[in-house]
């Protein structure tokens, strides 16, 4: 499976197991599935176009933290929503922070954090207010620690996150029958893998 921009698209490695006949044995490759990176539009009012336009027009990730900053107005509704976890939301704005400085592991780190925090979602400021800031934050981090040839990999969960905006992106087109074929592959090792 191949790809014209590697850079929006998140890799997952897919073992396959083959059957060699001749030689009575089982080998197992490892084939890449390309799921491409599906972007969120914002809420469709006039607060979360703002913060969309702002941070995409500085092509940064929508930190919550600095959110705050530039828009007083949702002081309370980022704090009524994510007040248990503003140490990590902090701490995010921290490495989004070392990553625009050229910290490469402040990207990686910026990943796990998103993916971490996007369990936590939807919440009033998200769904109302600001928009699907999380999935914009995941593609945003995934393309810089692309653009870099950093390697690193995703939650299961997540993974199967992208493969469904990607798919939903997709309908009406023309199937990807290999790309179809490697997500239900997959799909069958994930549910097969010892915990």
């Known amino acids: 499976m191949e790809v014209k921009d590697p850079i929006n698209y998140y890799v997952e490695p897919v073992e396959i197991e083959i059957y060699l006949k001749k030689a009575g044995k089982v080998r197992t490759i490892i084939k890449d599935m390309f799921v491409e990176l599906i972007d969120p539009e914002p809420l469709d009012n006039d607060t979360s176009k703002k913060i969309f336009d702002y941070f995409k027009s500085r092509n940064e990730p929508i930190d919550v933290i600095e959110i705050t900053n530039l828009f007083p107005e949702l002081i309370s ?15 995010l704005s921290m490495y989004f922070k070392a990553g625009l400085s050229g910290s490469a592991d402040s990207w990686r780190l910026a990943l796990y954090f998103t993916e971490l925090l ?3 979602e939807p919440t009033i400021a998200s769904s109302q207010h600001i928009g699907d800031f999380q999935t914009y934050n995941l593609n945003y981090c995934i393309r810089k620690l692309n653009a870099l040839g950093e390697k690193f990999l995703l939650e299961d969960s997540t993974v199967m996150y992208l493969i469904k905006r990607r798919n939903k992106a997709y309908e009406g087109k023309p199937k990807d029958k290999e790309f179809e074929k490697l997500v239900e592959l997959w799909q069958f090792n994930v549910k097969e893998r010892p915990f």
Do not use: A, R
Request: hydrophobic letters at 40%.
């Open 77 to 91: 509704i980022v704090f009524e929503s994510y007040y248990h976890n503003i140490n990590l939301y902090e701490k």
């Open 118 to 120: 996007m369990k936590f």
